[in-house]
């Protein structure tokens, strides 16, 4: 069929500065540069580019550029470019789109509404240069309170907890979304900075074991991978219910992606759908979730937290409050702009709540009910700098995931194509001739840089503010305020607004 | 310094009032003491029995365990003198669960390996997602019949079904069999109709290799339950298989 799709991008080369090299056609995944020899030129299949930037960056004489097809339709505020060509990619399949990374509309971004506070005159702010900052946080179940014995020791029942020098933990990937040498990047880059990594769901190479105690592993309802030694392997099991790029569905790796190794490592047959179904089978209520939740306990012989992650829906915080009674040790939830391989356009850009939202409720209910301490509380989906963490822990969080920050760390430009898994980064895709592209001792030290230099604005930040440790600010919505927000919205978040 | 136990005679644990964490603490006492055979006596629903123990050790269970017996298990044999709950061999890595009664729903849910036998019926969604990897491949083996969506999404292993308390000329009464699986194989002694199979199933007769497959099975059913494997044997089995390996490969656009 022929099809109506116009290309989306321009590849312009100045053939002035080409100089025939070829790294263009070589690092192209996609398949639009190519090399005629009988012209001695290199051309473009322009319909193919997804203005990944691969090449405009190997470049070794910067002779491209890429640029949006300028093509305009008649202009039509409900009919824009995207919704025609969504209907036409469909109309010439008849299948579901699917997409990459986190969702790419317009709703609003509550981080981009909310200002910090920071001391003047009337109390001094800290000069982080100069003085000790606490960024160190413990996630798991917290007493209720701490009773002594006589001999001062501890007479209260203590939990197990997990470590973090910097709140800030790399988002659930799993081997087979990613390459392994981008989960190995993760891992020592948090074994270096002193947090953690996710495996996601597919299991954990052997490769791996060894970054153990920097790593959370996770259950989620295909139960690929899980074992004991999986189990007993990481610092904490996370059970995964919902995902905030897809609330309420499954997952299915492509057949494609299903190599020999990982195969191995999610222990099914090579070149099978890994599919993931929608709910765990073993989870239809609260009391289901505590059974499991419990097994995992069990399982690791109490000596290690649970942690439950879910996607931020309507009514999370009541769903929160049943999964801290159920004994989850921490509560991660994943927003709106929550981050994907491979997801259902529609599903991505239209279920679930922003995250700021869905944080400031569940915290707020699990306040009012005195069981906040019950919990650690982690978010993720969307946040892109310090500022957005700090306004997170102010919010109420203990701690965040990021996952595409991670990624554009590596290389990514957030070209959305993860699901095709050509990655012309080499980084969602398991194709060995893409993943060398990711070099795990490189990787390592950008992400490691990366968190560095976040904690250090994280500091300054607190020290303006006049705090010294990070403790002091979860929670603390004082040092919030709303910009441009209704009466409803701040209500919701717990801020007034600015200049009150 | 704990005491060792003497390998051949049981060790004994009464579970009257015991919770599902001492009880386990109990166990991973005896294992690690050395104990070969154990005992629960007075099992009243307590859960996760077995759930972290991977040594080869027998356990036998008089009265009722509770839900996700065995789940995660690594290696025990474990033995159930009633009915088992919800959950039986959830995850199941290696190891066997024998039960001399009926079990309840999602028994062997993504199991990886191992072997369940269960001499009466079963709930819902057994089989759930189990998987299988080269030489790993969970076995289930049911006396009776089996609830709705059995064997759903499987990727792996061997359901046998055998129908033994189904009258002449009575079907197996499961719907939705199969749906959404992509590996694995179910044995149904017996008949079902059509409409009760998923849309990704196939019927088919037995081979060569499915009857040295269910001969085992079978030979080992009989002898744990005390039939005659034979009698069993000789009546009409139907292969249920996945028609396609990836189900849902045609369902994006890219």
């Known amino acids: ?500 | 310094m704990a005491k060792r136990v003497n390998v051949d005679t049981p060790v004994k644990i009464d579970a009257t009032g015991v919770s599902h964490r001492e009880l386990n603490i109990k166990l991973r006492e005896a294992v690690a003491n050395g104990a070969q055979k154990i005992q629960l006596h007075n099992v009243h629903g307590q859960r996760y029995i077995g759930t972290d123990l991977n040594k080869p050790v027998e356990i036998n269970i008089f009265g009722t365990p509770g839900n996700d017996l065995g789940a995660f298990m690594d290696g025990p044999q474990i033995i159930v003198h009633g009915n088992a709950q919800d959950g039986c061999g959830n995850t199941m890595n290696n190891g066997q669960i024998i039960v001399h009664g009926h079990a309840g729903d999602i028994i062997g849910m993504s199991a990886r390996g191992g072997s369940i036998f269960v001499k009466e019926d079963i709930g819902y969604r057994a089989g759930i997602h189990m998987k299988e990897y080269e030489e790993k491949q969970p076995v289930i083996v049911v006396g009776g019949t089996a609830q709705d969506f059995l064997g759903e999404y499987m990727a792996g292993g061997i359901l046998v079904l055998l129908g033994l308390n189904l009258c002449q000329g009575e079907h197996h009464k499961a719907k939705f069999v199969g749906t959404g699986t992509h590996g694995g194989v179910i044995y149904l002694r017996g008949s079902i109709e059509q409409y009760q199979l998923g849309k990704e199933v196939g019927t088919t007769e037995l081979k060569g290799k499915d009857s040295q497959t269910l001969q085992k099975l079978v030979g080992k059913f009989a002898t744990y339950f005390g039939y005659d494997a034979e009698k069993i044997l000789n009546h009409k089995f139907i292969k249920l298989y996945p028609k396609y390996l990836r189900p849902y490969g045609r369902l994006y656009v890219y």
């Open chain 1, 1 to 500: 069929m022929k099809t109506y799709l116009p290309a989306k991008f321009i590849v312009e080369r100045n053939t002035e500065r080409c100089i025939r090299c070829k790294v263009c056609v070589n690092q192209c995944s996609f398949d639009v540069n190519c090399y005629d020899a009988e012209d001695d030129k290199i051309k473009s299949y322009e319909e193919n580019c997804v203005s990944c930037h691969r090449c405009v960056i190997f470049c070794p004489t910067q002779a491209l550029s890429i640029q949006k097809n300028p093509l305009e339709y008649r202009e039509n505020y409900n009919w824009r470019p995207e919704a025609i060509e969504d209907i036409i990619k469909q109309a010439e399949t008849g299948a579901v789109l699917l997409t990459g990374m986190g969702d790419d509309k317009t709703q609003r971004i509550y981080w981009d509404h909310l200002v910090l506070n920071a001391s003047q005159v009337t109390n001094p702010s800290i000069d982080p240069l100069r003085e000790p900052m606490e960024l160190t946080t413990y996630l798991g179940r917290k007493p209720d309170r701490v009773e002594l014995n006589e001999d001062l020791s501890v007479r209260t029942e203590l939990f197990p907890q997990v470590k973090l020098e910097v709140p800030i933990m790399f988002a659930a990937m799993s081997y087979g979304a990613v390459s392994l040498n981008v989960q190995e990047s993760f891992a020592r880059a948090v074994t270096e900075t002193g947090t953690l990594w996710n495996t996601g769901e597919g299991g954990l190479h052997p490769k791996l074991y060894k970054y153990g105690k920097n790593t959370i592993v996770q259950v989620a309802s295909g139960r690929f991978g899980v074992h004991a030694e999986y189990l007993d392997a990481g610092a904490m099991v996370e059970i995964k219910v919902g995902q905030g790029a897809k609330p309420g569905i499954g997952g299915h790796l492509p057949g494609e992606k299903v190599t020999a190794e990982v195969s191995q490592t999610r222990m099914i047959p090579r070149g099978t759908d890994a599919l993931s179904p929608a709910p765990h089978h073993d989870i239809y209520s609260i009391e289901d979730l505590s059974q499991l939740i419990y097994a995992l306990k069990e399982a690791t012989n109490y000596t290690k937290p649970i942690s439950v992650k879910i996607a931020a829906v309507h009514n999370s915080a009541a769903i929160a409050s049943g999964m801290v009674r159920a004994g989850a040790d921490i509560i991660v939830l994943d927003g709106l702009r929550g981050s994907t391989g491979a997801a259902p356009k529609i599903i991505r850009d239209n279920v679930g709540i922003p995250i700021e939202l869905a944080l400031a409720a569940v915290d707020n209910r699990l306040r009012q009910e005195s069981i906040r301490n019950q919990a650690s509380v982690v978010v993720s989906g969307g946040i892109r700098n310090s500022g957005d963490i700090v306004k997170a822990i102010t919010l109420g969080a203990d701690a965040v995931n990021i996952g595409t920050a991670a990624l554009v760390a590596l290389g990514c430009t957030v070209c959305q194509q993860c699901h095709t898994g050509k990655c012309a980064w080499g980084i969602c895709t398991s194709d060995l001739f893409l993943t060398k592209r990711i070099n795990p001792d490189i990787g390592a030290q950008r992400l490691a840089n990366l968190l560095r230099g976040w904690s250090i604005e994280i500091k300054d930040i607190m020290g303006g503010l006049g705090v010294n440790a990070i403790e002091s600010l979860r929670g603390n919505r004082l040092h919030l305020r709303g910009i441009g927000l209704t009466d409803t919205e701040l209500n919701i978040l717990g801020v007034q607004m600015a200049g009150s």
